[in-house]
């Protein structure tokens, strides 16, 4: 590794030379950027050779993460800040005439996730490296990951997103490593001489699944995990030959392209569940190439089968992967010749399952008929899963028919896929202790009743390293100089920062970098938008997936609200505001689309009105991102997570702004509970229902968002400017379908119910406001009770309580 600045200066520039044939002066900032990569893959490729000979060698427990989606963001700063090289490089570089943030922007944002799911798996494989843990990701190399979001004339347009038409550096293909993944055909169970039954498959069809490896690089150590992500590709198998011998070219071209769109595009839907072949194809391919090779790993270990599941870990993020469990089964039977019952100890043994929604729309079921078509030995394995579940529930609950039916895994035609994690699985966890609780007396307490040591809460948690350390670095720097370097290994340490509560002088440098931020903040939304801000107004943030159950319509109708206070009185006493919006819909939820719409109108109608635009602004940012979050989330002073109670099954955003100082705003729910048991009443504002109060009007029937209406004349007047001619209706019928949501359909999601306490908050949050110093204690608490949520705390106790694993003997 280069030893200073003078040395990754003479490194860099032979980089330049020998990969590039380019000279410094000549060289573009791509052409940097790439230099950079390649040079700091060169040092990573050392620790990740010598960690996979340590892992090989140790024959250490590995664990496999498995997951559809991985949203890793931007890697080089990160991976800089890992290597300790921030510093070198930035300097540096800067001696040659190049920032190191302008080359950061080189990189294109990997987007192969949705939203909190897929940043949750990026966090996670961040601590396991950085922790020292043998943890790998399992994921899918999409061509296209969440689409480009376009906003025209208010409408979200959607547009791939070519995440790959630049060269992607840090990624390792590796051919040689391919397998073959099945689909389709016939399969026919044989009696061989023995009387052994074994099973005949045919006619199926064959992909290659190709992998590309991405190195995960550990903080300050020698640790160099993998990220490894398939890429489907055509095989030579019969067809293919066939139709390229028969020179049917059209044939050959059509073939190909029906098997390599497997890994083609992710699916932009979270918390709906479409039913699509493809998309189930997508799930078997992971599942498929992951499982064949963590075998293929444990094989080279020559040890006895039955010892697999003290050798790895294979962990299903979501159900998405579920499938992982009859595929397990599939190979140690058909493949390696063990019988049923040694091969069902094996995955049980092995497999955990983490729960992310109780949505019910999002709980994933396949049609009977489609998993058979197209995997059929995995239908039978899983119908066989099935009945032997159900033989064994008989026994132990005779003639209980109900509970039989209602656990069963394959019902109404459809495999649940919830059903066969927790039946095949020695763990399931729940996301927030509320939302675990949620699953354990409601969602799915007869499986809790029945198998009640499998289920356990693991509160989740966010890399403080990217969050904190890489996005904030003023902020860790004043927290280094103040408590010391501890917290950067240990983050509950953060706690020490209480000492200072009194401290003016502290409180002011606290201000300062939170002025900072949003400077840079402003500077970068003139810049991106065109729209100029005052940074000295609250900056008021919600960015998150658009949904109806968060509730950015609750947002919005509050800024109408307050925009009809200041038009009636000019003098309506109100602490200047500007209120971020990030968020992108599924293309097909109509929905999610107007409520765009409706932000994009309110904007347009407040930013353009003299009468109020010193005093508030509404800015929404398009095509939000990982890296786009990490400019957002330092110059926050209130974190919007508002959703209707017991819907958001943790929330990881509520995390991030914490731990950079911001002042949540929200409900109880998800993990906001646990940072209000943290923080206590001073320090956070909550509002509205609570989920108990939410769950017992679902099952009541009780709520009636029409008498709120009639009842509360800030909720009518606002909701009547929806419909009737006002400022943001112009008298036409755009907002129709919101207004009949929330009053025609009863309001699903206590938008009504909850929009009194709502701006009772606001208002006290305005006031509250005005007292600076008071302002930045609230902060200073935030950010010192925040070490809870590291994504470290998470994974150890995965690590401990789940994977039964401990660090590995690559730490430095
Ligand atoms: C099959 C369609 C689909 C796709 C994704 C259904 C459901 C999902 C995910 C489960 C949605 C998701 O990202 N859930 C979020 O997971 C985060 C990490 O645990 C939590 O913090 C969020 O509260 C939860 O909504």
Redesign the pocket.
Known sequence: MFSDKEDFKQSFSEKLETTLGKKVDSATETDAYRALGSLLTDEINKNWLKTNKHYQESKEKQVYYFSMEFLIGRLMGNNLLNMQLLNTVRNGLDELGFSLTELEEKESDAGLG?????R?AACFLDSLASLGYAGHGYGIRYKYGMFDQRIIDGYQVELPDRWLSKEYVWEVRRPEEALEVRFGGEVEMVEEKSGALTCKHTNYEQVRAVPYDVPVVGFDNETVNTLRLWSAEASEDDTLKKASKQSDFDNFLEHKRSLEEISEFL?P??????GKRLRLKQEYFLVSSGVQNALDNFEKLNLPLTTFPDHAALHIN?T?PALLIPELMRILMDERGLGWEEAWDITQASVSY?N??TLSE?L?TWPVGMVRSLLPRIFMIIDEINERFCQTLWERYPGDFDRIASLAIIADGHVKMAHLSIVGSHSVNG?AKLHTDILKKREMKIFYDTFPERFNNKT?GITHRRWLMHANEPLSALITESIGDQWVRQPDRLQDLLKYKEDTSFLNRLNDIKQEKKEELTAFIKDYSNITIDPSSIFDVQIKRLHGYKRQLLNALHIMHLYNNLKANPNFNMTPRTFIFGAKAAPSYHFAKKVIKLIHTIASVVNNDPAVRNRMKVVFLENYSVSMAERIIPATNISEQISTASK?????GNMKFMMNGAITLGTMD?ANVEIHDLVGDDHIYTFGLSSDEVLEYYKNGFYSSRKVYDEDDRVRHTLDQLIHYSPFSKGETEFQDIYDNLITYNDEFFVLKDFASYIDTQAKISEDYLDTRLWNEKSLVNIARSGKFSSDRTIQEYASEIWKIEPSGILK
Do not use: Q
């Open positions: 949705n939203g909190g799911l897929g949750l699916y839907d979270d918390s709906h569940e479409e979501d998405h983490t992310h929604t999002a994933e996301v989740n958001e099954a943790s929330g990881t998800g």
